[in-house]
């Protein structure tokens, strides 16, 4: 059974730059999707950033030029790098996967399998 297990969020101030981790434990699947969401205090979670086996990414359009989606790879640990940070990136971050590729990527109803999360908070 996968497992996902967030790190590296923190607080920071805006304009600069966090590196989150996720460790993937135990992911057989031969296609996949693996990503990024987070969910600010009373707002719905949003996809930031999906990466599929071939390797598309894909962005959403709020973060696209300053977040970066990666994997290692023995697809052990799954990155967000965020750049250039602003106020509205604070929420908690989760990753996210599941097998084969998501049609709706970026939904969070397209994935099965979440870690705990973890917080980004930017200060402007």
């Known amino acids: 059974q996968v497992r996902l297990a967030e790190s590296g969020g923190g607080s920071v101030q805006a304009g600069g730059s966090l590196r989150l981790s996720c460790a993937v434990h135990e992911i057989t699947y031969s296609t996949y999707s693996m990503g990024w969401f987070r969910q600010a205090p009373g707002k719905e979670r949003e996809g930031v950033a999906v990466?599929?086996?071939?390797?598309?990414?894909f962005y959403a359009d709020s973060v696209k030029g300053r977040f970066t989606i990666s994997l290692d790879t023995d697809r052990t640990t799954l990155y967000l790098q965020m750049n250039s940070l602003k106020a509205e990136d604070t929420a908690m971050y989760y990753c996210?996967?599941?097998?084969?590729?998501?049609?709706?990527?970026?939904?969070?109803?397209?994935?099965?399998?979440w870690g705990q999360g973890t917080q980004v908070t930017v200060s402007s």
């Open positions: 996210a996967a599941r097998e084969g590729w998501a049609y709706l990527v970026l939904r969070d109803s397209s994935y099965n399998t």
């Open positions: 990466l599929r086996s071939g390797g598309n990414r």
